[in-house]
């Protein structure tokens, strides 16, 4: 569905309707591959494609970004007593930033509450219109907080169907292309009892497409000054960089002329080509100077704000993993900097040593403040403080590769 459009709110399609086209979507997307396609694809990676390509994301929209447009009109209109004449008439356009799959706007849910109110959607921006004929600042505010909740009532149950569509989407995925797989791999065991040679192409290595969303970090309005708005990354957005570098690290793990006899410059180049592109209204660059240094890796928001700071490093050991670290911490971020990561590449035989020993040092240092949840085996959590600012808190990954 177009991403500008206008409709009744949560009431134009029923959510078991859309449900159903979504599956026969996915259904087709697979039988539309050749035998060769589906016989040749790396199976994870091209489910992984598939989750995430037809992943919905719930919608939330934020009331601290309200922006108000008026204008007026003559209109005219008729009185008591067959008495006609014109007056002036108060139209606001009220608007409010969102975040999640538009078209669930469309959606009617299930269940869902009786109430509707006719929303305009344009990219990442949600909004209603007001009518008024009276200046009446109470009466104003009483007619959009309404206009408010009938626009936005049934948000939460389409949100509660899109995490269930969500949860059940990988088991539909795998049996969608489970089915098709032994439908093609039967027919070439028969067409070879038949002494028919299947087509050669068969034994060829495809490769998943990539899905690339474009995310735009929300600005969100410091706490200190009131008038002042300090663009900051989501923890989506920082958990979705940090998956994008994984991701890439790991795919390089499996293929060593990708880092075999490399440097450090090398390795960072071929990451920061994954995150360039990805993100709208952000840049991504290399040695790039920060406060008193150059940083490996620096997303940037428009304004020139940093949003995330990431330095690569050979393993050499705990001392200068600690080197590291102070260097991160002490010469490349700022007070405003909240989101950072040290991206370890590891030639050692014994990787599960070292993965213990970065977990046990990095939580020694003196600007370590807790331990949070691995993302993963090989990618570590934490939150440190700012070697300035003990109440300022930054979020601290370390991401291991295996570079043998």
């Known amino acids: 569905m177009s991403a500008r459009f206008s409709c009744n709110s949560f009431a134009e399609v ?47 929209v934020f009331p601290d970004s309200l922006h108000i447009t008026p204008r007026t009109e003559r209109e005219s209109f008729q009185g008591d007593f067959g008495r006609t004449g014109y007056r002036e008439v108060y139209f606001f356009q009220v608007r409010y930033n969102f975040h999640g799959s538009a078209e669930l706007f469309q959606i009617k849910s299930n269940p869902w509450m009786v109430t509707s109110y006719p929303i305009d959607v344009d990219s990442d921006t949600v909004s209603f ?15 959009k907080e309404e206009a408010f909740r ?23 995925v795998n049996a969608i292309f489970d089915a098709r797989k032994e ?18 192409r068969t034994s060829e290595i495809f490769t998943a497409p990539t899905i690339r969303r474009r995310v735009i970090p929300r600005p969100e309005v ?28 790991r795919a390089m793990e499996r293929k060593p002329s990708l880092y075999r006899g490399k440097a450090e410059e090398d390795l960072r180049d071929q990451f920061l080509l994954f995150l360039e592109t990805r993100y709208a209204a952000t840049t991504g660059t290399g040695e790039t100077f920060n406060k008193t240094g150059k940083t490996d890796i620096l997303l940037k928001y428009e304004d020139g ?15 200068d993993l600690h080197a590291a670290i102070n260097q991160l911490f002490d010469r490349y971020l700022t ?20 993965l213990a020993t970065v977990r ?30 003990e109440k300022r808190f930054v979020r601290f990954a370390s991401l291991l590769f295996a570079f043998p």
């Open 14 to 60: 029923d959510w078991s309707n859309y449900q159903q086209n979504l599956h026969q979507v996915v259904r087709q997307d697979v039988h539309n591959l050749s035998k060769e396609y589906v016989l040749g694809v790396d199976e994870d990676n091209y489910k992984s494609y598939l989750i995430e390509k037809y992943s919905m994301e719930p919608l939330e």
């Open 129 to 143: 219109e007001l009518k008024m004929v009276r200046k009446d600042a109470d009466e104003f505010e009483r007619i």
């Open 150 to 172: 009938q626009s936005f009532a049934n948000m939460a149950n389409i949100n509660k169907n899109v995490t269930e569509w969500n949860q059940a989407l990988p088991r539909l």
């Open 183 to 200: 439908h093609f791999a039967a027919e070439n065991d028969f067409f070879a009892a038949i002494n028919v040679a299947p087509d050669p």
């Open 222 to 249: 410091s706490p200190q000054k009131q008038f002042s708005s300090v663009p900051t990354m989501s923890d989506e957005m920082y958990e979705d960089v940090l998956n994008v570098l994984s991701q890439a690290g």
């Open 305 to 319: 704000t940093n949003l995330f700071v990431a330095e690569c490093k050979w393993w050499s050991g705990a001392v």
């Open 335 to 354: 007070w405003r900097d909240s989101k950072t990561a040290l991206l370890l590449f590891v030639g050692n035989k014994n990787f599960s040593a070292v």
């Open 360 to 389: 046990s040092e990095a939580m020694k240092h003196p600007y370590f403040v807790r331990a949070l949840p691995d993302r993963a085996e090989t990618s570590l959590a934490f939150e440190f403080h700012l070697p300035t600012d």
